[in-house]
């Protein structure tokens, strides 16, 4: 493998940037903290990231301790890419860096590509302090689930929760980037009927009742 770049500085943001500071680093990050993905998946909710481009980071990212990359057992047979522990402690960085980012989101662009589980971390982010549990979140785009206040493992994953779970939030589009923006806070958004909450678990009556 090739020497990683470095810029060559002892200082610890420089070298947490000779690590995942090129482009689309982070955005993979992203992706697997939905839990294992494969790399057709994850070229697919990389919309502009070449072949190239992803394979070469995803090879950095194995090569520096972030990732990992292992074949599912048959039928499925397909290898998959995951976050090491070392790589799962990037999600503060990100939850910093999308809260440090709000006020540029602004309104969603022509060429702006979404995906609907790219509203799970401000929506994550969003609920810190409203308790844990297992959380569905249902927009027109599509379904995503969190993990609200989870350890080890992912934080959220695509499509519906697997099983019950403690919560469910029914929402739009405007509401999350609400959300997303810092314009109104996920209890706000509940008390005004922006998103109607249902489920049995302490999370859901939590929101009800805040």
Request: charged content about 30%; some cysteine; aromatic content about 6%.
């Amino acid at each position: 493998m090739s020497r990683r770049r470095s810029y060559d500085q002892y200082c610890s943001a420089a070298r947490a940037l000779d690590l995942v500071g090129d482009r689309w680093t982070l955005l993979i990050v992203r992706e697997l903290l939905a839990g294992p993905r494969r790399y057709t998946d994850l070229h697919a909710d990389l919309p502009g990231v070449s072949t190239d481009v992803l394979a070469s980071r995803l090879k950095d990212m194995e090569r520096d301790g972030l990732s990992t990359r292992r074949r599912l057992p048959p039928p499925g047979a397909a290898y998959v890419y995951e976050l090491t522990a070392r790589g799962r402690q990037l999600l503060p960085v990100l939850q910093a860096l999308g809260a440090w980012g709000e006020s540029e989101l602004g309104e969603k662009r022509p060429t702006d590509a979404l995906r609907a589980h790219w509203f799970a971390l401000p929506l994550l982010r969003a609920l810190e302090g409203e308790g844990e549990g297992l959380v569905e979140v249902r927009l027109d785009e599509g379904d995503f689930h969190l993990y609200v206040g989870a350890g080890d493992g992912p934080v959220y994953g695509d499509g519906p929760a697997p099983g019950e779970p403690d919560a469910r939030l029914v929402l739009d589009a405007d509401t999350c980037t609400a959300i997303s923006r810092g314009d109104v806070s996920v209890t706000d958004a509940v008390r005004h009927g922006r998103i109607a909450v249902t489920g049995d678990g302490t999370l859901a009556k939590a929101l009800r009742e805040a």
